[in-house]
Nanobody
Framework: QVQLVESGGGLVQAGGSLRLSCAAS????????MGWYRQAPGKQRELVAT???????NYADSVKDRFTISRDNAENTVSLQMNSLKPEDTAVYYC??????????WGQGTQITVSS
């Protein structure tokens, strides 16, 4: 059973920065894609950023040039550096992993609140 555990959430003022980390219970290299999604109150869960096994990255337009996703193969973690945060970034952020067999794994989520 794969476990993904997020950390690093919290409250920050607009314009500030936060770094989220997702620790996987097995090597991150077994996953085809890992990424971050978020869900704001009353809205659907949306993609924030992904990184493939070959280090190809993809970002939602709303976070491009502000957020950076990275992976540490030695530590089995995926991180999301979030800069220039805006109130509209407020959401629960979820770590996600997709295996080669197309199994989806989710973390429990961590709350990010950006005050104006």
């Amino acid at each position: 059973q794969v476990q993904l555990v997020e950390s690093g959430g919290g409250l920050v003022q607009a314009g500030g920065s936060l770094r989220l980390s997702c620790a996987a219970s097995k090597s991150v290299l077994v996953f085809n894609v890992m990424g971050w999604y978020r869900q704001a109150p009353g809205k659907q869960r949306e993609l924030v950023a992904t990184i493939t096994r070959s280090d190809s990255t993809n970002y939602a337009d709303s976070v491009k040039d502000r957020f950076t996703i990275s992976r540490d193969n030695a530590e089995n973690t995926v991180s999301l550096q979030m800069n220039s945060l805006k109130p509209e970034d407020t959401a629960v952020y979820y770590c996600h992993a997709l295996s080669d067999l197309y199994m989806n794994y989710w973390g429990q989520g961590t709350q990010i609140t950006v005050s104006s």
